[in-house]
Each structure stands twice: as C-alpha cells, then as structure tokens.
C-alpha cells in the first residue's frame, strides 16, 4: 500500500463525512432524534444526534472505494448493520439497555461464527492456551466489552470521537511501521480514521450535533473487529495494544461498574461521576476537560507504541507511571467513593 493510496483513503471519507453531516443533523430534527438535555447530562439545549450515521455512510464509501469483499468483510458489514441500525432506533426513542445488549451480542455473534474473526489463542511468559471452543463466546464478550467502553464515554463534546481518532491514528502508525503487509484492519484503520475526523469537525466543542448511540456503538464494534483482525496470532503484547489504547474508556467503564456495585445501583444505570464529570468539578471548562483526556489517552497510545517500536523496558515503565498518576486521581475524586457523602455523615455524627 503506497502512502498516496493511504492518503485516498482518509481524506475521501473525512470531505466525505464533512459534508454530509449538515443533512443528517436535519434529519436528525425531522424524526425526533434530538438529546433533550437534564440534571444528568453537561449540555444545555437540545442538540441533534444520530452523527453515527454519518461516520457509518464515511466507512461504507471508503469499502466500496477501497476495501475488497470477502467472507470476513461481509460479517463485518452484516455485524455493522445491526448495531447501526440498532443505535439508529435508540437515537430516535430510546430502548432498554437489555434490548440494545441483545443487537450488540447478535451482531459480535456474526462477526465470530459467520466472519470466524475470533481470539482463538494466547501465548504468554511461554505459556500456550488454545481456547478452543470457547474463543467463540470470547470473541463476542470482547466485542460486547469494547462496545460499552466507547458507548459509556461518550459524555462530552468531542470524547468518543477524538479518543477513537487516537486509537486510529495509533493502529494505523503501527500498520506503516511493523507490519510487512496491510490487510483488511489496516484498510478500516485508515477509513475509519477519516469518517472519525470528519464528524470531530462538527462535534467538537462547541458540538454542533451528537453521535449517539448510532456512534458510539458503531465506533465502539469497528474498533474490537480491528484488534481481532490486526493480531491473528495473538500473544500477550498484541492482545494488550489495543487494551492499552483503549486505557481511559476501559478504566472509566470499570470504575462506572465498580462505582454502582460499592453503591448497589444497577450497572446499567446512568450517572454523572464518570472521569469527565470529576474533571469538570476541578473548575476546567468543557473543551479544557476534553484535551486533558486527549492528551492522557496519547500519553498511553505513545507509551504503546514506544513498547511495540522501540523499547519494551521503555513502554512499560512510562505506562506504570501513567497508570499511577490515573490511580491517585481516582483516590482523590468521587469516581468510585463518594467522598461528599463520607464528609456529611462524619459532620453529623
């Protein structure tokens, strides 16, 4: 693949998604996909959303220019179908959390059993495992997982979409500099990288329309079948690259489940704690918060990158560190224990 080519293939879907946008913001307003903002939510007027859409027709111009059909390509298609379409719906009238875990596991379920884009082994510290039969429910639990982390974040103008531009922006440094020959993940990469950019333009701060669950979700589901496509032969450093990538929607997920646990809510129930509301309560102003957390995420993307490309000691020290420096913030803040709470009940005893 020649850098011109690479080139082809983000900039057609970013003018692509640039210019698309402006109509499906009115569509958007025409079929009642609008974010009504409340108590829980940082905007305060009513914002357009399905911009997944968008993002969506960038990646299918760019297959159809650039990609080339295939049993594997075809799943990805069908899986994307179903959660665009899914996303779509839960834009216009929002549908229980249940209903949309069921299109989501569906779908990872044709990626695995259909595409046979599975996590099939692992070898680790010379160790070998071959999850046999059980890479199938794997795979689906990853994809499912790697959804809900990008579909959580989504909370500021700009988040999902500039932390997925990262992770895009990385695989595709990777695929230019370690690998010997570009295949289908490398193809999405740089496609999604520009349908991504495309949409930031108009959803970065302030946002002129939302991605919606149609985004989020659909980002979330390209990412997953990236890392699966991108490390076939899977060891210990390929299966956490794309973790690793994914450090602040993943870390943000988990204390989100941890924090509803300790406070016996359920897990799919809304709040405004998650690390973009606690950086908020440091008096940063909303563009302010989202570049912080852009700037931590390229922070873990370079220290990958240093662990893949140059050195291994390297990365892992300066991902430690980082991964520290996320633990104190997490102590000091409400993510996962309400300090207001402890306060008030040692006042009134």
Not at 48 to 69: A, D, E, H, S
Not at 124 to 137: E, H, L, Q, V, W
Not at 180 to 197: E, K, R, Y
Not at 204 to 218: E, L, Q, R, V, Y
Request: with cysteine.
């Amino acid at each position: 693949m020649h850098v011109k080519e690479i080139i082809y293939m983000i900039v057609i879907p970013f003018l692509f998604v640039l210019a698309i946008i402006p109509f499906i913001k009115k569509v958007a307003a025409h079929v009642g996909a609008m974010d009504i903002p409340d108590k829980r939510k940082v905007h305060k007027k009513p914002m357009p959303r399905m911009g997944g859409l968008g993002i969506y027709m960038g990646f299918l111009l760019g297959y159809i220019l650039f990609g080339t059909m295939s049993l594997k390509m075809n799943a990805i298609l069908i899986g994307s179908f179903i959660i665009i379409v899914t996303g779509i719906v839960d834009d216009i009238k929002p549908i229980p959390a249940k209903v949309k875990f069921l299109f989501q596991i569906i779908a990872a379920s044709v990626v695995a059993f259909y595409g046979q884009i599975l996590l099939q082994d692992l070898s680790a510290f010379g160790f070998y495992i071959d999850f046999g039969i059980f890479s199938y429910p794997i795979t689906i639990l990853f994809i499912v997982a790697i959804i809900n982390c990008i579909n959580l974040i989504d909370g500021m103008d700009g988040l999902a979409a500039g932390l997925s531009s990262i992770y895009f922006i990385t695989i595709g440094i990777v695929a230019v500099l370690w690998k010997h020959s570009f295949g289908l993940d490398a193809v999405i990469t740089f496609i999604m990288l520009g349908a991504t950019l495309g949409f930031l333009c108009h959803n970065f701060n302030p946002a002129k329309i939302f991605m919606g669950d149609s985004g989020s979700m659909f980002l979330g589901y390209i990412i997953a079948v990236i890392a699966l496509l991108g490390f076939k032969n899977v060891t210990l450093t390929t299966l956490l690259a794309p973790i690793c990538l994914l450090a602040i929607p993943i870390m943000d997920t988990l204390f989100a489940i941890l924090r509803r646990l300790v406070n016996k809510k359920p897990i799919s129930e809304p709040d405004k704690e998650h690390l973009h509301h606690q950086l908020l309560n440091l008096n940063l102003s909303h563009r302010n918060v989202v570049l912080v957390i852009y700037a931590l995420d390229i922070l873990f993307a370079s220290a990958m990158l240093i662990y893949m490309l140059y050195d291994r000691t390297v990365g892992v020290i300066m991902y430690s560190m980082l991964f520290i420096v996320v633990l104190i913030f997490i102590i000091k803040t409400n993510i996962i224990i309400d300090h207001r709470k402890k306060e008030k009940s040692d006042v009134t005893k």
